[in-house]
């Protein structure tokens, strides 16, 4: 079993809907991360928290808002998104941004955009 | 070019077959060097960390060679849970982690 606990782990929304991703980890890994991963692709990067702060946006649409409550919880707000938004959400946490250990990563959410 | 490059397959094996990977990455600043295993439809898992002594874990042989900007990673007597997508994942300078495209892996009977 995963360490990284996801949830819902499938999510159908319309494009006015406002809905939340939720992760929570209890490793005591001090980052956490969300992906995109579409069909036959890789994950790409979106969001970096280090030590509760937001580290690193890849240029992410406002449309997505993270927010990390503690240390233990990371959240991906979702307002007003896109068909092409269809995609699985990845969580992950590593010991921290520079580890060697490499990520835990959750079993992701699957949204579906209508 | 892309930071991380893998050949996608697929690479198709038939049981007990020794298959082999290859992967490069562009930026020679790149710190740490991972081998990921993702199932159809499932997360990644870490599948071990490639250090440049090279490293072994059961059936699975990991290398790389920072002077050729290269990693490899081996797999002997293939099972047919074996088969998956393996990616190549390298941590670059700023710290983020850089997945390559993904070998898809299919053991036959």
């Known amino acids: 079993d995963t360490e990284v606990t996801q949830t819902p782990k499938h999510l159908v929304m319309g494009m006015t809907n406002k809905k939340s991703l939720k992760c929570e980890q209890h490793?005591?890994?001090?980052?956490m991360y969300w992906y995109k991963q579409k069909a036959k692709k890789p994950p790409e990067l979106m969001f970096v928290?280090?030590?509760?702060?937001?580290?690193i946006n890849e240029s992410v649409p406002s449309r997505f808002s993270p927010e990390c409550p503690n240390s233990s919880l990371l959240n991906l707000h979702l307002h007003a998104l896109q068909p092409e938004d269809s995609a699985l959400y990845l969580c992950?946490?590593?010991?921290?941004?520079?580890?060697?250990?490499?990520?835990?990563f959750g079993s992701g959410t699957r949204l579906t955009v209508v | 070019r892309k930071e991380v490059e893998q050949d996608p397959g697929p690479f198709n094996v038939p049981e007990g077959a020794t298959v082999a990977f290859n992967c490069t990455y562009s930026?020679?600043?790149?710190?740490?060097f991972f081998w990921y295993r993702q199932d159809c439809r499932k997360e990644p898992k870490l599948l071990m960390s490639?250090?440049?002594s090279g490293n072994e874990d059961g059936r699975f042989t990991a290398q790389l060679n920072r002077a050729s900007q290269y990693i490899s990673l081996l797999i002997r007597d293939s099972k047919l849970s074996d088969s998956a997508t393996y990616l190549c994942?390298?941590?670059?300078?700023?710290?983020?982690?850089?997945f390559g495209t993904g070998t898809l892996l299919a053991v036959q009977p």
């Open positions: 992950a946490s590593s010991q921290g941004m520079g580890s060697d250990y490499g990520y835990t």
């Open positions: 490793m005591g890994h001090r980052a």
């Open positions: 928290y280090s030590y509760e702060k937001l580290s």
């Open positions: 930026n020679s600043a790149s710190q740490s």
């Open positions: 490639v250090y440049s």
């Open positions: 994942v390298v941590r670059g300078a700023t710290n983020k982690l850089i």
